[in-house]
């Protein structure tokens, strides 16, 4: 069962908490890792390193919209697949995100937490929700 009373709050925590989330990634990755750094991480796994920038501007900016609630559900969408490419890159460290370089469970929660984003709506206090396209209605045997 599902308060409707209650669920845009609980669905506005969820964006919240994701918001944040991205937020405080950018930020780890400008402030604590350095920019070089993390072009230096993503040189190790064999990634381009040219890819930095445009990490940290989408989890800095996409945080930052999810939070607001601007378009929200699909910038959640949109950085479904950076958090997949996440899982891969942390997979040969273990399970455990406190294990040395992060393991993959912390990435995997992130994507289901993004992908019930999207299912579920930015909630209350959104600046510009969007809803998802609904399907076009069946067309009825008896019209033509």
Do not use: C, Q
Not at 35 to 60: K, M, N, Q, Y
Not at 75 to 87: E, R, Y
């Amino acid at each position: 069962m599902i308060d409707n009373r209650l669920a845009p709050y609980g669905a506005f925590a969820l964006r919240a908490a994701l918001g944040v989330m991205f937020i405080a990634h950018a930020y780890l990755k400008i402030a604590i890792f350095t920019p070089a750094g993390f072009e230096g991480f993503l040189g190790s796994v064999g990634l381009p390193t040219l890819l930095a920038w445009p990490i940290i501007l989408a989890e800095l900016f996409g945080g930052l919209a999810i939070l607001a609630g601007f378009y929200g559900r699909a910038v959640s969408l949109a950085l479904v697949p950076l958090l997949l490419g996440t899982i891969p890159i942390h997979a040969v460290n273990g399970w455990l995100w406190n294990a040395a370089n992060g393991g993959w469970e912390y990435p995997a929660f992130l994507v289901v937490a993004a992908v019930a984003h999207v299912l579920i709506g930015d909630g209350a206090f959104a600046v510009k929700p969007v809803a998802l396209p609904r399907r076009a209605p069946e067309l009825s045997a008896n019209a033509a």
